[in-house]
């Protein structure tokens, strides 16, 4: 079965200090991988999307990035982190045109 | 650009009461139209989704959403909510065009006992 890793659960980094989560998928190919943010009373926003290793869309402009350098592996990245960057951070995949989307246990990024 | 709209960000009903939560989006291409739930403490899982076909569409747990295409519309509706409906929920669109996977600002629902 598919299932969907995230880490790390909890985080907190200092102002200007670098970023790395992770996520990979297991038990499925070629999947599309997405990375939100979740706040309250905004819902999910949409920072990333990927549908192929090394194909990363943007679509907030802001201190962060996105990398896939494996089929199964999505990486949100920052290289000095801001106070406004602090919040609840989700991995998501989906497979095809018309299945669902699938989310990881998310990240709490906490920055002081 | 794509966007979701909910309009009802909170939503206080009593058991047995009807639901439904609005929710509208923009895209002019094809779209795959979804609502999740998210109980608290827990992860978004799927309630319903529609692709083609029949626009009234049912889900887990008593819900269905209908599509309305000349609205840009898909509502979610349940005859008669429980205590245990209270959760959050969330609109979402994928469009097959662009891989996008957006998502409204949710509605939380409290059912009252």
């Known amino acids: 079965s598919q299932t969907i890793h995230q880490w790390p659960a909890t985080l907190v980094q200092p102002v200007g200090s670098p970023l790395s989560l992770e996520c990979t998928v297991e038990?499925?190919?070629?999947?599309?991988l997405y990375w939100y943010r979740q706040a309250a009373g905004r819902g999910l926003q949409l920072l990333f999307y990927?549908?192929?290793?090394?194909?990363i869309s943007s679509e907030v402009p802001q201190n962060l990035s996105a990398s896939r350098p494996q089929d199964r592996q999505f990486i949100l990245s920052s290289k000095k982190l801001l106070l406004s960057d602090s919040g609840f951070y989700l991995c998501?995949?989906?497979?095809?045109?018309?299945?669902?989307?699938?989310f990881g246990q998310g990240t709490r990024l906490t920055v002081v | 650009a794509q966007s979701v709209s909910q309009h009802n960000h909170h939503v206080i009903l009593s058991e047995a009461a009807s639901l439904e939560l609005g929710c509208n989006y923009s895209y002019g291409g094809t779209v795959n139209l979804f609502w999740y739930v998210q109980y608290p403490g827990q992860h978004l899982q799927l309630l319903l989704k529609y692709f083609s076909g029949d626009p009234l569409v049912k889900g887990i747990k008593g819900f269905e959403a209908e599509f309305i295409k000349s609205k840009f519309s898909f509502n979610l509706r349940k005859p008669s909510v429980q205590w245990s409906d209270t959760a959050e929920y969330f609109c979402?669109?994928?469009?097959?065009?662009?891989?996008?996977?957006?998502f409204g600002t949710g509605t939380r629902l409290k059912v009252l006992a």
């Open positions: 990927s549908v192929g290793i090394g194909q």
């Open positions: 998501a995949w989906s497979v095809g045109v018309s299945a669902e989307a699938f």
């Open positions: 038990g499925t190919s070629n999947p599309n």
């Open positions: 979402a669109v994928f469009t097959s065009g662009t891989y996008k996977y957006i």
